[in-house]
């Protein structure tokens, strides 16, 4: 198993190129279950999560090519002969769980493996189940499969979620494409990969309106065609490497960064002292002197602030001055990564979902343990701020979610090196 050895060394400076989304490439490559015609998505990231969909589409008869280094993803499912999304995939990553709805509405049934609980909480799909239901499918578990189907074809419903669940709105939308009239999902997710999923969808011939705001509404279609799609810019991403120079100062532009996708987080750095501009190939993030100040935050679904970018923003506020208080009010279990700061020197209670974090000085480097992709990336944070030499190992994680993050942080003079056991 890999380890990443970081150590401190100063402020950062010079640009970091940001990739396309993983949380929206791994909906979008299931959308390819849709239709008989190919569907091409452009500015794809390359990341073991990438490879994992690839081969749960490939074992279900779907063609993906990889180009181009990876960045393109070239889809056909034109023969589907297998509608079984096995456990053993299906374990490694939750997001398998998106075949479900493009199976249902394309071949009339499917058989899912019910992913399990996950290192950050338990993450049913009651309301995925639910959704599908409302459109006429019928849905059993039995061993530990989902077991769908719609012998007749599904129906367009009014679908009222109660949580505006990210994965069910798109396993719902994608189904509803294909549903014959039309649907409305309210409480939608109103997260940017669900816009570029939409996108994507009206691109091969869907019917959308709303997508990005509550209420989406979808005329089926009889059939979608194929299409070429570029993957919107990962904001989670983004929001981790402009966290890099605002912890340990400098200055880096992040090529590509898109002020409209993290404007709650953005508003968290400016109460925290760090300064951001727009500039024409992205975004500038600079902390040129003195501490950044404790900033309370309490994560929300799109637009507020994010859960995925809890983890890092904890860690900055780990040398902080003053106390900030973090809520986590997505996952009841995402504080793993607060242990592991502590072994660096950091001050931080945890009372069931809140953090309180009491700002020290300077962290010191330690070995330390990646619980999550998240969590992971926090922690090379840490180490990069922390004085001394800090060993992240279990980094696996990492590479579900972060491309060539090692260069990517050299490239703006970071000390990071990955060692192979
Ligand atoms: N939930 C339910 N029932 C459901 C579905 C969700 O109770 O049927 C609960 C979950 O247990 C969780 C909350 O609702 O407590 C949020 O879950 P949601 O469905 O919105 O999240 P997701 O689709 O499972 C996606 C991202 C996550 C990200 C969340 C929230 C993908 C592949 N994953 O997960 O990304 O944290 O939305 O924004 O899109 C990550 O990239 O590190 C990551 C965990």
Redesign the pocket.
């Known amino acids: 198993m890999d380890s990443i050895i970081v150590r401190g060394n100063g402020p950062l400076k010079g640009q970091i190129p940001i990739a396309g989304a993983?949380?929206a490439c791994?909906?979008l490559m299931p959308a390819t279950l849709l239709s008989e015609e190919p569907l091409t998505l452009t500015n794809a990231p390359r990341l073991s999560d990438i490879k994992t969909m690839s081969q749960l589409l490939s074992s279900l008869g779907a063609e993906v090519t990889s180009l181009q280094d990876g960045k393109v993803l070239a889809m056909s499912s034109h023969d589907i002969n297998n509608h079984v999304a096995d456990y053993d995939i299906v374990r490694k990553m939750?997001?398998s769980n998106l075949v479900l709805g493009p199976m249902l509405a394309r071949l009339g049934h499917a058989v899912v493996s019910l992913p399990g609980g996950c290192a950050?909480?338990?993450?049913?799909?009651?309301?995925?189940?639910f959704g599908l239901e409302k459109l006429g499918a019928e849905i059993e578990l039995k061993d530990g499969y989902l077991h769908a189907k719609a012998p007749n074809g599904l129906k367009g419903a009014v679908i009222e979620l109660s949580?505006?669940?990210?994965?069910?709105t798109?396993n719902i939308l994608m189904a509803a494409t294909l549903a014959k009239g039309t649907t409305v999902i309210k409480n939608a997710?109103r997260?940017p990969?669900i816009v570029d999923l939409a996108t994507c969808l009206r691109a091969m011939g869907a019917q959308i309106e709303g997508d990005g705001t509550s209420d989406i509404t979808v005329q089926g279609v009889d059939r979608l065609h194929g299409a070429t799609h570029p993957v919107v810019t990962d904001r989670?991403e983004l929001g981790t490497f402009m966290l890099a120079p605002a912890f340990c100062g400098g200055e880096v532009e992040l090529l590509g960064g898109r002020m409209d996708l993290v404007e709650s987080f953005v508003a968290k750095l400016h109460e925290a002292g760090i300064d951001v501009e727009e500039t024409d190939k992205g975004l500038k993030v600079a902390r040129k002197n003195g501490r950044v100040k404790a900033v309370d935050v309490t994560t929300e679904?799109?637009p507020g602030f994010?859960?995925?970018l809890q983890a890092q923003f904890m860690a900055m506020m780990c040398t902080a001055e003053g106390t900030s208080v973090l809520e986590e009010k997505?996952?009841?279990n995402r504080f793993m990564h607060a242990p592991e700061l502590v072994r660096m020197g950091a001050n931080i209670e945890v009372h069931g979902g809140t953090a309180t974090v009491h700002g020290v000085e300077t962290l010191k480097g330690a070995p330390v343990m990646a619980t999550?992709?998240?969590a992971s990336v926090s922690l090379i944070l840490a180490g990069l701020a922390a004085e001394g030499e800090t060993v992240v190992s279990r980094v696996y994680h990492l590479d579900r979610?972060y491309e060539r993050v090692e260069e990517k942080l050299s490239n703006v003079g970071a000390h990071i090196e990955r060692v192979s056991e």
């Open positions: 993983k949380n791994l909906t939750r997001a950050i909480g338990a993450r049913p799909m009651d309301l995925h189940i949580f505006a669940s990210v994965g069910a798109e997710a997260e990969e989670i679904p799109f994010p859960t995925d997505i996952f009841e999550d992709l998240r979610g």
